[in-house]
């Protein structure tokens, strides 16, 4: 027990007395100290890796979202062209003889 206490009381002593940090402290720990900076740079690299594929990935929704607007539009058109020339040629063949109004209509009585 007491030499527990001496110990630690010897680590606390050389700590206050920056013996701790010597040289042989560093080369009795090399190992130790280049696998905890490996893995520091591991970590930092992998955050950013992370950081860069979420922003990629916010881009990409961003243009998703714009690509199926327009083709959401583009398929209105196409639909909307579809229906009046299929009415026309509707028209042509059961030879009636209907003609799109150049005029907007207009009432004859207000009432």
Do not use: W
């Amino acid at each position: 027990m007491a030499e527990k206490a001496k110990n630690s009381t010897k680590i606390i002593k050389g700590t206050l007395q920056g013996r701790f940090l010597s040289f042989e402290f560093f080369k009795r720990n090399a190992v130790y100290i280049i696998a905890a900076v490996i893995m520091t740079l591991m970590y930092i690299s992998n955050k950013y890796v992370c950081q860069s594929s979420i922003k990629e990935m916010m881009d990409l929704k961003i243009q998703l979202a714009n690509a199926q607007t327009d083709c959401v539009n583009a398929s209105a058109r196409y639909n909307s062209m579809i229906r009046e020339s299929q009415m026309k040629k509707l028209v042509d063949t059961m030879h009636i003889n209907l003609d799109a109004p150049e005029q907007p209509p207009y009432k004859l009585i207000d009432q």
